[in-house]
């Protein structure tokens, strides 16, 4: 079995700092893509940033030069770091990975059970 589980959510003010983690468990030869969603109330979960195996990262445009994807591979982590943070950030944030359990065979998609964000004063 393999769990992913974010943490580090919660309320800030707007213009502050956040930093989310996600940690990949259980049985893992291999992690491929890894990447960072949200979802507003009454809205479509959204990719907000992804990373590769090897360090290759891609943002949404409405987060472009405020957050920060990182990965550490020997931890099975993964962290989204968040700056100049806006009342519009506020949701719930899911990370996702695409994880190969054994050495053979295709990856498969894993979830978080997701963290909430709320940028408010």
């Known amino acids: 079995q393999v769990q992913l589980a974010e943490s580090g959510g919660g309320l800030v003010q707007p213009g502050g700092p956040l930093r989310l983690s996600c940690v990949a468990s259980?049985?893992?030869?291999?992690?491929?893509?890894m990447g960072w969603y949200r979802q507003a109330p009454g809205k479509q979960r959204d990719l907000v940033a992804s990373?590769?195996?090897?360090?290759?990262?891609n943002y949404a445009d409405s987060v472009k030069g405020r957050f920060t994807i990182s990965r550490d591979n020997a931890k099975n982590t993964m962290y989204l770091e968040m700056n100049t943070l806006k009342p519009e950030d506020t949701a719930v944030y899911y990370c996702?990975?695409?994880?190969?359990?054994?050495?053979?065979?295709?990856?498969?998609?894993?979830w978080g059970q997701g963290t909430q964000v709320t940028v408010s004063s």
């Open positions: 996702h990975a695409a994880i190969r359990p054994a050495g053979w065979g295709p990856p498969y998609d894993y």
């Open positions: 259980g049985t893992i030869y291999s992690i491929n893509a």
């Open positions: 990373i590769n195996s090897n360090g290759g990262t």
